[in-house]
């Protein structure tokens, strides 16, 4: 396909992310994003539908011609988009970049990604599943495992779905908040308990079309909203690309023991897949254990990753999803890159939207700004959302890379912004 309509789904940072790194192909044509933000409506056209909305985005699609469906984030895969586009014989020739609803229970069910892992053999923390009517089985196995205590709501619970305890009486209390309690409905109808990870985290992404795969560059985010990674957690608050401890040795061993049998684990469950896989990973002295797998690309991960990846994202995509990873050609660039995530005050709890930014033209081609939470009216640029922009700055090392970025935030100003100061401290 040479000239491509292309629909974005989402409208965050990873997705203004996305969206630059498309932008940049000879093969676009055009760009949807549904309903992207601020950022995005300077690369191509927003619209205002719910990435859900699955009636209206098949309207978009018939009306605007589009030829490949990018899904940014998981609710439109774990809710089926593609099953819904491949059961409609007007958007049979439409290609979708993204997991069918099968997959997506790799994101979607904490158990049925571990029952996955298991069947093929891949490093992981030890665990048990535990449904409603098994509460006292439940507690029993917490003897088996010492603490702290790894609860995790088996569904999707908007990121809130995993206590990690110390106390024993309250992990009980949890298991019982969750089982009977009905504390995130459904999705804490079964739990995972499992053994606790000691180790550093990254994220590692890959590109499959379920037979073939690409590794794109690993990142490593920063979740708690406070310095030193306390506080609560949040979407994430800064990414870095490369990390300095995944190593060429290392590498290979997330590539041969968990990278080749997920490939596997796809073919052999019949899964369809067409998509990033975002596998969280423990460094656990040297050998990586899967902690969760994502059905999508990382956020604010993607804000370093793209600025890393050498060559065509959007053929890339295309390729994917027509079946072809084989023939897909990407470089890694030697940069670093470093992510500082800009907030709104009182984020992840309650904040106010509808600020006022201004931000100052930065001349360095080095730094992008990537839009997370903000939307653009008469009066200008203003926020709308807990994160709002991520600024993100390559150099030839980490520490120049993060210096950049930092001084760059100095350029942007909104109400009650927030930020965190020390991205890459651990490292
Ligand atoms: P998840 O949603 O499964 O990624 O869990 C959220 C966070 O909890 C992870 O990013 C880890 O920081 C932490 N976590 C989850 N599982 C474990 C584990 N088995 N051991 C240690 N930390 C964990
Ligand atoms: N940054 C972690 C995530 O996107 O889930």
Request: hydrophobic share 40%; net charge negative; proline share 4%.
């Amino acid at each position: 396909m040479d000239r491509m309509r292309v629909l974005l789904l989402g409208g965050g940072g990873r997705e203004h992310a996305l969206a630059w790194k498309m932008s940049q192909s000879p093969k676009l044509d055009q760009l949807f994003i549904a309903p992207g933000n601020g950022g995005t409506s300077e690369l191509g056209t927003n619209v205002p539908i719910k990435e859900t909305d699955f009636e209206a985005i098949k309207e978009l699609i018939l009306r605007e011609g589009i030829h490949l469906v990018v899904v940014g984030p998981e609710a439109p895969l774990v809710a089926g988009i593609r099953d819904f586009m491949e059961a409609d014989e007007s958007l049979k020739d439409v290609k979708v970049l993204g997991s069918g609803k099968a997959g997506a229970e790799l994101e979607g069910s904490k158990a049925f990604a571990k029952r996955f892992m298991e069947k093929v053999d891949i490093p992981t923390a030890r665990y048990a599943e535990f449904g409603a009517e098994e509460l006292d089985q439940a507690k029993a196995f917490l003897d088996e495992m010492k603490p702290p205590y790894v609860l995790k709501a088996d569904g999707l619970a908007a990121g809130k779905g995993v206590l990690i305890l110390e106390d024993r009486a309250e992990a009980e209390s949890s298991l019982e908040d969750f089982l009977i309690k009905g504390k995130f409905g459904e999705a804490s109808e079964r739990v995972v308990i499992e053994e606790y990870l000691h180790g550093i985290e990254l994220s590692v992404f890959v590109l499959t079309d379920g037979n073939n795969y690409v590794i794109l560059p690993e990142a490593k985010d920063y979740k708690r909203i406070g310095e030193g990674d306390t506080g609560l957690n949040t979407g994430g608050m800064g990414s870095i690309s490369p990390v300095p401890f995944a190593d060429a040795t290392f590498m290979q061993r997330v590539e041969d023991r968990i990278v080749k049998p997920t490939i596997q684990g796809l073919k052999n469950e019949a899964i369809p897949y067409n998509g990033f896989v975002f596998i969280g990973l423990m460094n656990v002295d040297g050998d990586p254990y899967v902690i969760e797998y994502n059905v999508r690309m990382g956020d604010p991960e993607t804000e370093t990753v793209m600025r890393r990846i050498d060559g065509d994202l959007l053929e890339a995509l295309w390729l994917t999803a027509d079946n072809k990873t084989a023939e897909v050609s990407l470089g890694v660039s030697d940069d670093h890159s470093a992510c500082v995530m800009l907030v709104s005050g009182g984020y992840p709890e309650g904040y106010e939207k509808g600020k006022l930014m201004t931000i100052e033209s930065v001349e360095d081609e080095q730094v992008v700004m990537f839009h997370a939470g903000t939307k653009r009216d008469e009066e200008g640029l203003k926020t709308s959302g807990g994160r709002v922009l991520a600024i993100s700055a390559n150099a030839s090392n980490r520490e120049e890379a993060l210096n950049k970025a930092y001084s760059v935030v100095k350029k942007v100003d909104f109400e009650r912004m927030n930020y965190r100061s020390d991205i890459g401290f651990d490292l």
